[in-house]
């Protein structure tokens, strides 16, 4: 009997050991990806760029500050209810942070993450509002948001006529749902101070592809412009359409969600010109490609084999990468221990200071703004450029500077829908 009970309890024990998380001194930071469903053309490479990045920094670095940060990944396929299903999955293995990549799922864990005191990164997507920091405690979406990139397209289009939109029309073809609506508040606001007519066109995410209707409307009322807020199949479909209707690429611009190779290249010559907001750079041109390279393409450790390396997409998920190993780097710093807990680490978000010569030592140089927090500021600068697309060469080209966005307007939209959150759901404001 005693042998018995020696070999259950070495087999518990051993059952134990196989069904916990990873290692206690392991940083746990989830990859919610989605591989499949409508949207795993974009959603592969994303997850392939956060992945290899951390990759990067347990081989080269063993970890950051000798943790080394494991990343397990869960499935949503883009879907709401089954993002909510993997937070809850992976909550038990005390992530010190979580990025779902999806403006659906961020909303719906804005109260979760807030209960359960973890930091949720929403980079260029997610609840634009969550910049306020005020109200928005352990949400975080620098370095730029979706009313950041309405008002910056504007911009660049002030640019393209002179400083002077007065009587323009600009259409907005938008993904019928949380995403493709954000825009549209401050794209109404700025047609008030513009004087531009601006004309909302929906797509509905079940028929992304059958876009007919909306190109004839496009076709019919002739706009000076089409800015594009869409996602998935419902990119490439739209720059088809608008090749059929012979309405000219370099009149259209769509946010940094319309802005990848997957958009244009089944166009092919026709999607020449088209342009798009970025906040990142593309490319393997930087001198983090050369570590990759040494520590994770050669060791063939490239996450499903490298198949997307230095496209748009897959960069943005690096970039996600990146400025959450800088939130953690900073924790430990701001902590005085390297085993930082998800509520420090938040603090390392609140106090980010990613500055160009940072960048400029992470192989960077260039790649995309500066970043810098507050207790009041969870956004950053709000700055992106625009991109262009050459058929011909298959890249993308930078053809503008990082522009500001036009706070004047943004702010004041950001302040009065925090505040009524606040107000809504009970929320002392902090930061005083």
């Not at 493709?180 to 066109?201: A, D, V, Y």
């Not at 490298?306 to 959450?324: E, Q």
């Not at 009065?416 to 929320?427: C, H, L, R, T, W």
Request: with cysteine; aromatic share 10%.
């Amino acid at each position: 009997m005693k042998k018995r009970s020696v070999r259950l309890f070495a087999a518990l024990a051993t059952a134990t050991a196989l069904a916990a998380p990873a290692a206690w001194a392991d940083l746990v930071v989830p990859n919610f990806s989605y591989r499949t469903g409508p949207y795993a053309a974009n959603g592969a490479p994303y997850a392939d760029g956060f992945n290899d990045y951390f990759t990067l920094l347990n081989e080269r670095d063993g970890g950051i500050g000798g943790q080394k940060i494991v990343v397990p990944e869960c499935e949503t396929s883009y879907n709401t209810e089954k993002g909510v299903e993997c937070y809850e999955s992976l909550k038990g293995q005390n992530p010190v942070v979580i990025a779902p990549v999806s403006t659906g799922i961020a909303y719906q864990l804005i109260p979760k993450v807030s209960a359960d005191k973890i930091p949720m990164y929403t980079p260029g997507f997610g609840r634009t509002s969550a910049q306020d920091g005020r109200v928005f405690e352990w949400v975080f979406n620098a370095p730029t948001n979706y009313w950041d990139g309405a008002s910056i397209a504007i911009k660049y289009l002030l640019d393209e006529h002179g400083g002077d939109l007065n009587g323009k029309t600009i259409a907005l073809l938008y993904h019928n749902s949380a995403f493709g609506k954000e825009p549209i508040r401050t794209l109404q606001e700025l047609s008030k101070k513009h004087g531009f007519k601006l004309t909302e066109i929906p797509v509905d995410p079940g028929s992304s592809q059958e876009q007919k209707s909306q190109w004839l409307q496009i076709r019919r009322e002739k706009p000076d412009h089409v800015i594009l807020y869409g996602w998935g199949v419902m990119n490439p479909a739209a720059i088809q359409e608008a090749a059929n209707v012979r309405y000219p690429m370099e009149q259209m611009i769509g946010i940094w969600w319309s802005g990848a190779e997957v958009d244009v290249t089944a166009a092919g010559a026709a999607a020449n010109g088209y342009k798009a907001m970025a906040f990142h750079g593309a490319g393997q041109n930087y001198p983090i490609y050369d570590d990759l390279k040494a520590h994770v393409f050669d060791k063939g450790l490239a996450s499903q084999g490298g198949p997307h390396i230095g496209t748009v997409l897959y960069s943005r998920g690096m970039h996600s990468a990146m400025v959450t190993a800088e939130a953690i780097r900073k924790a430990q710093e701001l902590a005085g221990t390297d085993a930082v807990t998800a509520a420090q680490v938040r603090d390392g978000f609140e106090a980010l200071d990613i500055s160009e010569e940072r960048l400029a030592e992470l192989g960077l140089t260039d790649f995309s703004p500066a970043i810098k927090t507050s207790c009041e500021d969870h956004g950053g600068s709000g700055m992106a450029r625009v991109q262009q697309w050459d058929a011909s060469a298959k890249a993308w080209n930078p053809i503008t500077d990082f522009y500001e966005p036009d706070n004047e307007v943004i702010d004041p939209l950001i302040r009065a829908d925090s505040e009524a959150f606040a107000k809504e759901n009970n929320i002392t404001l902090r930061c005083n």
